[in-house]
């Protein structure tokens, strides 16, 4: 179980890099393809966010303090639904906010 948390947490951490590339990358390039990469990339963090949570409630890993996550997941799928919103009609605002908020996941997930 231990090895299922530490993947989970490998691939949340590749979710987040992927978000901050996409952000970077629809900023200095016009490229459809960064949209795809901030949506899919705050689709995958949310996942394994939900998985992450539900792992350590099964094995009863740590004491999780349900109200940082329901923010985290509360920001979490704010980036999602702002990835989808970019991919409809792109815009730079919009993935500024996505990366903005991500910044702001990581905040509460370390300071809280």
Known sequence: MDF???ALVFL???GLAG???GVL???MTDNVKATKVLLHSSLLQFVTGL???GVAEMADLTDLDHVKIAVKLIVSLSVVV???L???KPAKNLAIIAGVLAIVNIAVAVFW
Request: proline content about 0%; charged content about 5%; overall charge positive.
């Open 25 to 27: 990358m629809q900023l």
């Open 19 to 21: 978000i901050l590339a």
């Open 4 to 6: 299922l948390y530490s």
């Open 51 to 53: 998985l992450l949570v």
């Open 12 to 14: 949340h951490m590749i």
């Open 86 to 88: 970019n991919l409809r």
């Open 82 to 84: 702002l990835g989808v």
